[in-house]
């Protein structure tokens, strides 16, 4: 399995496809599963690359972690690679990594795709979620967090879907709540408010009008904060987005404003 090696941490990473270097970078509790059926549709045209960040799946790490540090992993695993540029998409916490990420390191970055983003997180959110991890590291059943994350995440649409079928959403898998905390921490101490302006690569925004965990108002702020920013708002879409709400749209982006093209 490949790992690339940052200090005492091994970053655990999948590649898929073959054309321009687009990094993929995972959300809240997620691992590199999470792109599934996103490099399903890209890989024809791209080479995809997706690690697991501190606290989910597979990446070995110890002790306490922050934003830098995850930022630093995604630059670690293209130095594995050999890449010097690639397009950054991310997706919830993953898109606070990608812009932490343009920030620190614009060098790196070709491209910049925002998906459920933010400048600073919803206060809501911030006590749900760490009233439940708190809970979770105390031994608090794992599926409650579960069906809570769900209902923060999805939108109605699907809820209603699978009542009609009589299915349920999967939950969750969440095997490292010390993680988890650490990812959270991490978001608590993310605020671009002031730097987000200072991004200079060509930025695609993607938020869900259906998002209760991240209302409009987040991505209207952010989109607002970019000197180089267009928009997709996924009609109906909660937090969590249907790759094909916004994966051709992304790709035509790229095509556009990378410099690969």
Same mark, same amino acid.
């Given at each position: 399995?490949?790992?690339?090696?940052?200090?005492?941490?091994?970053?655990?990473?999948?590649?898929? @496809? *073959? #054309?321009?270097?687009?990094?993929?970078?995972?959300?809240?509790?997620? +691992?590199?599963?999470?792109?599934?059926? =996103? /490099?399903?549709?890209?890989?024809?045209?791209?080479?995809?690359?997706?690690?697991?960040?501190? @606290? *989910? #799946?597979?990446?070995?790490?110890?002790?306490?972690?922050?934003?830098? +540090?995850?930022?630093?992993?995604?630059? =670690? /695993?293209?130095?594995?690679?050999?890449?010097?540029?690639?397009?950054?998409?991310?997706?919830?916490?993953?898109?606070?990594?990608?812009?932490?990420?343009?920030?620190?390191?614009? +060098?790196?970055?070709?491209?910049?795709?925002? /998906?459920?983003?933010?400048?600073?997180?919803?206060?809501?959110?911030?006590?749900?979620?760490?009233?439940?991890?708190?809970?979770?590291?105390?031994?608090?059943?794992?599926?409650?967090?579960?069906?809570?994350?769900?209902?923060?995440?999805?939108?109605?649409?699907?809820?209603?879907?699978?009542?009609?079928?009589?299915?349920?959403?999967?939950?969750?898998?969440?095997?490292?709540?010390?993680?988890?905390?650490?990812?959270?921490?991490?978001?608590?101490?993310?605020?671009?408010?002031?730097?987000?302006?200072?991004?200079?690569?060509?930025?695609?925004?993607?938020?869900?009008?259906?998002?209760?965990?991240?209302?409009?108002?987040?991505?209207?702020?952010?989109?607002?904060?970019?000197?180089?920013?267009?928009?997709?708002?996924?009609?109906?879409?909660?937090?969590?987005?249907?790759?094909?709400?916004?994966?051709?749209?992304?790709?035509?982006?790229?095509?556009?404003?990378?410099?690969?093209?």
């Amino acid at each position: 399995m490949p790992y690339a090696q940052v200090d005492n941490t091994r970053i655990y990473y999948k590649t898929d @496809g *073959s #054309g321009p270097p687009v990094l993929l970078l995972t959300g809240f509790g997620a +691992d590199s599963g999470f792109w599934d059926k =996103a /490099v399903h549709m890209m890989s024809g045209d791209f080479t995809l690359v997706r690690p697991d960040n501190r @606290g *989910s #799946g597979r990446t070995e790490y110890s002790g306490r972690f922050d934003m830098d +540090d995850m930022a630093d992993d995604a630059v =670690a /695993v293209l130095d594995a690679l050999g890449i010097e540029k690639a397009v950054v998409l991310g997706w919830s916490l993953g898109s606070n990594i990608a812009q932490n990420f343009a920030i620190r390191r614009p +060098d790196r970055v070709d491209v910049l795709i925002l /998906v459920s983003s933010y400048l600073r997180r919803p206060a809501r959110a911030s006590l749900v979620l760490g009233k439940m991890t708190d809970g979770l590291i105390k031994g608090t059943d794992s599926s409650y967090f579960g069906v809570v994350l769900n209902t923060l995440c999805f939108d109605e649409g699907l809820f209603e879907r699978k009542e009609r079928e009589g299915s349920r959403i999967g939950l969750p898998q969440l095997s490292d709540p010390q993680g988890l905390r650490c990812q959270l921490d991490s978001v608590e101490g993310f605020d671009t408010r002031e730097t987000a302006r200072s991004i200079a690569a060509p930025t695609l925004c993607v938020h869900g009008t259906a998002d209760v965990m991240v209302g409009e108002k987040y991505a209207d702020d952010l989109e607002n904060a970019l000197p180089d920013c267009e928009s997709i708002r996924a009609q109906g879409a909660g937090h969590i987005i249907n790759p094909a709400l916004y994966i051709p749209q992304a790709m035509d982006f790229i095509r556009r404003r990378s410099a690969f093209f």
